[in-house]
């Protein structure tokens, strides 16, 4: 690599698939794609930098504070509006009823979904959104902000900043563990908010809390996830 190359990280999915035919087209052999799912080993070493950039979507890995360094920019596409950075983030979103939901693209920092905002896409949750449905919108918006912001790397034009800011720490895999647990005495709207909030077909769900303290999962649909 050189210090004109672009790297960008994704997982091994059909959504990440579209992006990297968007960039590879967008930056020719300036792009070095790497691609895999959640445990794969960190593609990147030391003596293939300096790079110009790395672009992260949908990335199974989190990019050491060394990485971020050693590049020239180094941005993140986050399918989750300001409101619900880290983990869970359609979970939580469903679980609180949010109004509005979307993706953001940010600079990446050493903790993540903390750096700054650059774009934003949002659009209305649906009254009767489920996990998998608000994952597809969410897909499909972060897809089209994913080729605004690479047209504008492209074309060597300063990056927007966004005024608005992450409105929270990020969420956590224990808070989204803890999310799943339904407890006998909670009443039915929370159950069934929890059950909701947690469902998503092919994928461990909601479980109930038995008096022996043990756990029985909730039924889910026995399908493949539209997104």
């Known amino acids: ?23 590879a087209r967008t930056f020719g052999q300036r792009l070095t794609i790497f691609s895999d799912q959640v445990g794969a080993p ?13 672009i992260s979507f949908l990335s199974p890995w989190i990019v050491p504070r060394w990485a971020l360094e050693a590049c020239g920019f180094a941005i993140n596409f986050h399918p989750g509006s300001a409101a619900y950075p880290g983990i869970g983030c359609y979970n939580f979103a469903i679980y609180e009823g949010a109004e509005m939901y979307g993706a953001v693209c940010h ?4 903790t993540v979904d903390t750096g700054a905002l650059i774009a934003e896409a949002q659009f209305p949750v649906m009254p009767d959104e489920s996990v998998a449905s608000l994952k597809l919108r969410t897909m499909i ?10 047209d504008l790397i492209a074309a060597n034009q300063t990056l927007p900043q966004l005024e608005r ?14 999310l799943c647990i339904i407890d006998p005495e909670m009443d039915d709207l929370e159950k069934s908010n929890r059950i909701r909030a947690t469902t998503f ?19 889910i649909p026995d399908r493949l996830p539209i997104a």
């Open 1 to 23: 690599m050189d210090d004109q190359s672009i790297v960008l990280l994704t997982k091994a999915d059909r959504f990440s698939a579209d992006c990297a035919e968007i960039a």
């Open 107 to 110: 600079h990446m920092e050493p």
């Open 42 to 54: 960190f593609p990147l070493h030391r003596g293939m930098f300096p790079v110009a950039g790395i």
């Open 165 to 178: 800011h992450w409105s929270r720490r990020p969420f956590t895999r224990k808070e989204l563990n803890e």
């Open 141 to 150: 918006a972060m897809n089209g902000l994913f080729a605004e912001i690479v």
């Open 201 to 219: 077909p092919g994928y461990p769900g909601p479980v109930l809390r038995q008096p022996d303290g043990s756990f029985a999962p909730v039924e």
